[in-house]
């Protein structure tokens, strides 16, 4: 079946703009995780959603980012007022449910802030 | 936090060769995953493995929870095994809401 999609594939932004990243989960999985790649690094968290709500937002690094995942499928992550230091790969995982325990990733959305 | 390190940092190895991949975790785990991420930028699941050994083709893992390292081992590697290999491990135990990761293992294979 389908995988994690994410659109778009790469976005080029200007410093100070506002950018929305999309993530598509397997359909059925209820856990759906937002992750940064730094060049270089392994991914970090950012946060996670069990359905429609923010489970865990420890990881998003200040209030410029916010994630939404409204009906429990679909998320946006949301980026305000962007800087040239949020330049990175931003990447979806979902997970069947709370029993499952393998996170399935996407293809990352490469963010550029120029 | 937990902290996962990962060993060598980079690898390069002629076609055919065998490798070893290490991940060695600083507190008890419940689980751990290993992914390739391809020179494309997808990471791949390859094993889901708190303890024990599994083997997939030319690709095996072995997890000793007890002693807190896993191993990868690829044998007969090929062109298509090049890429990042990361192992990620539950950031607090018994809960799964998020994964830390190491900084994973550069792999280049030469034809």
């Known amino acids: 079946g389908a995988g994690v999609s994410q659109t778009p594939s ?7 703009k506002y950018v929305e990243l999309r993530c598509d989960p397997i359909s059925g999985h209820t856990a759906l995780y937002w992750y940064r790649q730094s060049l270089g690094q392994g991914p970090e968290f950012l946060i996670y959603f069990q359905g429609t709500g923010a489970a865990d937002d420890s990881g998003l690094p200040n209030d410029r980012f916010f994630a939404v995942r409204p009906e429990g499928s679909v998320s946006t992550l949301k980026i305000q007022r962007t800087e040239r230091g949020d330049s990175a790969v931003y990447l979806c995982a979902s997970r069947p449910g709370p029993t499952s325990t393998e996170q399935y990733f996407g293809p990352g959305t490469r ?3 120029t | 936090g937990i902290q996962v390190e990962q060993s060598p940092p980079d690898l390069i190895l002629q076609e055919g060769a065998n490798s070893t991949l290490r991940c060695n975790f600083s507190d008890s785990v419940n689980n751990l995953q290993w992914f390739h991420q391809n020179p494309w930028g997808q990471l791949i699941n390859l094993f889901y493995i708190p303890s024990g050994t599994k ?12 002693e807190r390292y896993s191993l990868l081992y690829i044998s007969s590697s090929q062109t298509t095994d090049s890429g990042v290999y990361f192992c990620a491990v539950p950031g607090l135990m018994n809960r799964d809401d998020k994964i830390i990761f190491g900084k994973g293992t550069r792999l280049h294979i030469l034809p």
């Open chain 1, 10 to 16: 790469n976005k080029v932004t200007e410093k100070g």
């Open chain 1, 111 to 113: 963010l550029t802030v």
């Open chain 2, 55 to 66: 083997q997939n083709g030319r690709l095996s893992a072995t997890t000793v929870a007890t």
